[in-house]
């Protein structure tokens, strides 16, 4: 039976909530360097400038298809937030994300078979307040969200922000970055925009 929220609408110009967590709920970030691949598998098909591997054989760039707006990684799930310029570009990143982290993994703990649970769940997001309500969604999803490294945080606040990262389109819709810290910052609201937005997550 297929999983609830497996693209049920794809379709270029849009955004999309994206989720994906370990098979069994296993941990898929067991250390500091696993985070760290996998951050730079974003950089590999983000960035402006394609990367080849060793061979000298380009990977795949998808720069100018997908814009990566907002991220999280947790020990054993991802969220991801996007703008998807060109139909199917989501399904691409994420394949070639997906598979190239299983054989990093696998390798480096001598195991086989999937890694990830099923493939992603990925929901559109066609409102302007649960765009802003999911990419608070995501960046709270530490505990600690302002200490947190493997999140997009640091960087909406211009603390080293990568150029496959994208965030102006979230900022834009808040004015500047202060407003956006206040947004974080009120609980309260979080707490009830949770309720609203639950239709717009594809981890429900």
């Not at 098979?23 to 080849?52: E, G, M, T, V």
């Not at 150029?163 to 707490?191: C, H, M, N």
Request: charged share 25%; aromatic share 16%; proline share 4%.
């Amino acid at each position: 039976m297929p999983c609830k929220n497996v693209v049920k609408n794809n379709v270029s110009d849009s955004y999309y909530h994206i989720y994906a967590r370990g098979h069994a709920r296993q941990k898929i970030f067991r250390d500091d360097d696993d985070f760290r691949f996998f951050l730079n598998l974003f950089k590999r098909y983000l960035s402006a400038s394609p990367a080849c591997d060793k061979n000298g054989r380009p990977y795949s760039n998808l720069h100018d298809q997908i814009e990566l707006l907002a991220y999280c990684l947790m020990p054993n799930y991802l969220h991801m937030l996007v703008y998807q310029v060109n139909q199917d570009a989501m399904a691409n990143l994420m394949k070639s994300i997906m598979s190239s982290y299983g054989a990093y993994f696998n390798k480096k703990y001598k195991k086989s078979g999937a890694v990830f649970e099923s493939r992603y769940k990925a929901a559109r997001v066609d409102n302007d307040t649960h765009l802003m309500y999911i990419s608070r969604y995501i960046h709270l999803s530490p505990g600690d969200w302002q200490a947190y490294l493997y999140s997009s945080i640091h960087a909406y606040f211009g603390i080293g922000q990568p150029e496959w990262l994208q965030p102006d389109r979230i900022i834009e819709l808040f004015g500047s970055t202060p407003v956006y810290a206040d947004f974080l910052d009120d609980y309260v609201d979080y707490k009830k925009s949770l309720k609203e937005i639950k239709k717009s997550l594809a981890n429900r």
